[in-house]
Antibody
């Protein structure tokens, strides 16, 4: 069955960096666009970024543009999010999701990122 | 890109029908038939309930239905059940080639 497992979250100081990973299984990873979405504690969902199936196209929310980089390794069935210059407002649960027909059809369980001194 | 507007809360008794609205602009909801709806129970990941405005993915109850009129999309839950108590979010593709979520609606089953 389709499974997405995020990892790499943790506590980081403002201005620091973190790299999130999402391990995919149960489907042909290289066929799908993939997205990252985040949810601050007690708040709503915010789309962060997506990447095309072949990595040829990426797109970012204005709130993370220039600081975050999405990438993927289709040989390893893995999705990544490199987060630099982290701010307190980046504190959130980060979810990876499989994009199907411009909807987020399958989600992982999320990984918590806390930015605090 | 501003978040789509949803009511903060909607409630209903078991067996009733409720409708959640999702208002955007012609650059998102009104411009594309690409609104999706997600259900999120506390402490859980969101689950896709409706895609492309009105399509139900396999396994989703037919008590859930979606529609759109102009810049407003709607999710209707008929035959409300206790297990439907959750947060619901709409999401739309936008003219900026991005996604924008709604503000979220807490559904309470009385």
């Amino acid at each position: 069955q389709v499974q997405l497992v995020e990892s790499g979250g943790g506590l980081v100081k403002p201005g620091g960096s973190l790299r999130l990973s999402c391990a995919a299984s149960g489907f042909t990873f290289s066929d799908y666009y993939m997205s990252w979405i985040r949810q601050a504690p007690g708040k709503g969902l915010e789309w962060v970024s997506y990447i095309s199936s072949s990595s040829s196209y990426t797109h970012y929310a204005d709130s993370v543009k220039g600081r975050f980089t999405i990438s993927r390794d289709n040989a390893k069935n893995a999705l990544y999010l490199q987060m630099n210059s982290l701010r307190a407002e980046d504190t959130a649960i980060y979810y990876c999701a499989r994009d199907t027909s411009n909807s987020l059809a399958r989600w992982g369980q999320g990984t918590l990122v806390t930015v605090s001194s | 890109q501003s978040a789509l507007t949803q009511p903060a809360s909607v409630s209903g008794s078991p067996g009733q029908s409720i409708t959640i609205s999702c208002t955007g602009t012609s650059s998102d909801v009104g411009g594309y038939n690409l609104v999706s709806w997600y259900q999120q129970h506390p402490g859980k990941a969101p689950k896709l309930m409706i895609n492309e405005g009105s399509k139900r993915p396999s396994g989703v109850s037919n008590r859930f239905s979606g529609s759109k009129s102009g810049n407003t999309a709607s999710l209707t839950i008929s035959g409300l059940q206790a297990e439907d108590e959750a947060d619901y979010y709409c999401c739309s593709y936008t003219s900026s080639s991005a996604y924008v979520f709604g503000t979220g609606t807490k559904v309470t089953v009385l």
